[in-house]
């Protein structure tokens, strides 16, 4: 999971809840995502699977992230067919790309 720091104070924080609520996970920070408009821009991407961009994230927005990294986990190929269960995030994807 990359975090936009561009937002330094949102982007920074946000990255830190992040990591409090996965562990497991590698949360980095990255210069300028091209989403200014819809700040906090956020990328998930693993190898040999689907990368995903999100805007307009927020603090409020962590659990929702943290049910999408379960769909993105058990996704042998990281697409997620029915974004339903990750509630609002659903609404800030920006892009999906195949591995």
């Known amino acids: 999971m990359t975090i936009c720091d561009t937002c330094e104070g949102p982007g920074r924080a946000f990255a830190e809840d992040m ?23 956020l990328s998930i991407q693993a190898d040999d699977k689907a990368t995903y961009l999100f805007s307009g994230l927020g603090r409020a927005d962590v659990d929702d992230l943290v049910a999408f990294t379960a769909l993105y986990d058990a996704a ?6 029915d974004v339903r269960p990750a509630g609002r995030v659903r609404f800030c994807l920006t892009g999906r790309v195949p591995a």
């Open 76 to 81: 042998p190929d990281g697409w997620i067919t």
């Open 19 to 41: 990591r409090a609520v996965l562990s497991d996970w590698d949360v980095r920070l990255h210069t300028c995502f091209s989403v200014c408009s819809k700040p906090i821009g």
